[in-house]
Nanobody, 114 residues
Framework: QVQFVESGGGLVQPGGSLRLSCVASGFTFRSYGMSWYRQASGKERELVAGISSGGSSTTYADSVKGRFTISRDNAKNTMYLQMNSLKPEETAVYYC???????WGQGTQVTVSS
């Protein structure tokens, strides 16, 4: 079945960086666009960034443009999110998914705090 496994979260100080990874399985990874979402406590899940199947096209939420970079390695069935200049309000559980599938991983917790 379709599975997503996120990793790379942790505790980071404001202004710091983290790189998240997402390993996908159960479908032909290279054929699907992928996305990163996040959900802060008490808030709705929001789209952070998306990438086309081949990786040539990317989109970002306005709040992360210029600081976050989404990428993928189709040979490894893996997607990444490089997050720089992190802010406390970006503390959340980060999830990856392929929008065509109604499936979510367990997410990875990112905490931005001094």
């Amino acid at each position: 079945q379709v599975q997503f496994v996120e990793s790379g979260g942790g505790l980071v100080q404001p202004g710091g960086s983290l790189r998240l990874s997402c390993v996908a399985s159960g479908f032909t990874f290279r054929s699907y666009g992928m996305s990163w979402y996040r959900q802060a406590s008490g808030k709705e899940r929001e789209l952070v960034a998306g990438i086309s199947s081949g990786g040539s096209s990317t989109t970002y939420a306005d709040s992360v443009k210029g600081r976050f970079t989404i990428s993928r390695d189709n040979a490894k069935n893996t997607m990444y999110l490089q997050m720089n200049s992190l802010k406390p309000e970006e503390t959340a559980v980060y999830y990856c998914t392929a929008p065509q599938f109604a499936s979510w991983g367990q997410g990875t917790q990112v905490t931005v705090s001094s």
